[in-house]
């Protein structure tokens, strides 16, 4: 995935951000609040949304809404198996249609120039982690920021902190994550890691 797909790839800023979060909303109105958020944060910056494709009033749904109705681009990444039970969400900017979970989350990162987790459960996860694992084998380049809701996170950065006490995780995998309890934070926290990333390899143009 390095080379062209990578974050370096492309001229520029952040064009493009893969969202993980739940097909289900939670029973927290602050996890709707900030994918609303995110949603229309992206679309005034001009950001486009990739995300898995789902519609309904989750917070997958919440997201591409709001992205929407900001005159945002979003484009959706939806396996085959799950349009009916995901209720693929009909009013995308572009949606693909892939035949594996394993196809979604590559094609997602293919097309995106950074990452952001809101809420979610095993799927979120799922899609967090092999991100994380990918970013730390070297495999891509692109920063990956968490969205924490009202701490919603917590127990899983003790653990990941603890991974690193044990010496299990190094503290540069650690970083790879940005968190922030905003929208606007991780995205802040996303734009400072890449303009770094151009700092340190020596590349002009704006960040």
Same mark, same amino acid.
């Given at each position: 995935m390095k080379g062209s797909s990578a974050v370096g790839g492309r001229a520029g800023g952040l064009?493009?951000?893969a969202v993980y979060c739940g097909y289900r909303g939670g029973n927290r109105p602050a996890f709707r609040g900030a994918a609303r958020a995110l949603g229309s944060e992206l679309a005034v910056r001009g950001i486009e949304l990739v995300y898995g494709g789902g519609g309904g009033d989750g917070l997958m749904g919440t997201v591409a809404d709001a992205a929407l109705e900001a005159g945002g681009?979003?484009?959706?990444?939806?396996?085959?198996?799950?349009?009916?039970r995901e209720q693929a969400h009909r009013g995308l900017s572009a949606m693909h249609v892939v035949?594996?979970?394993h196809a979604?989350?590559?094609?997602m990162l293919e097309l995106s120039d950074a990452c952001v987790v809101l809420p979610?459960?095993?799927g979120t996860l799922d899609?967090?982690?092999e991100v994380l694992s990918w970013a730390q084998l070297g495999l891509h380049e692109r920063p990956c920021g968490m969205i924490n809701v009202e701490g919603y996170f917590? @127990?899983?950065? *003790?653990?990941?902190?603890r991974a690193v006490r044990c010496e299990l995780l190094r503290p540069v995998d650690r970083d790879l994550l940005r968190v922030? @309890?905003?929208? *606007?934070g991780v995205l802040r926290g996303l734009r400072q890691w890449r303009a770094r990333e151009r700092v340190e390899r020596g590349d002009a143009g704006d960040a």
């Open positions: 064009r493009r951000i681009r979003v484009t959706g990444v939806i396996p085959r198996m799950l349009v009916e035949e594996s979970m979604r989350k590559a094609r979610g459960g095993l899609e967090l982690f917590d @127990p899983l950065l *003790a653990f990941l902190d922030a @309890p905003t929208p *606007a």
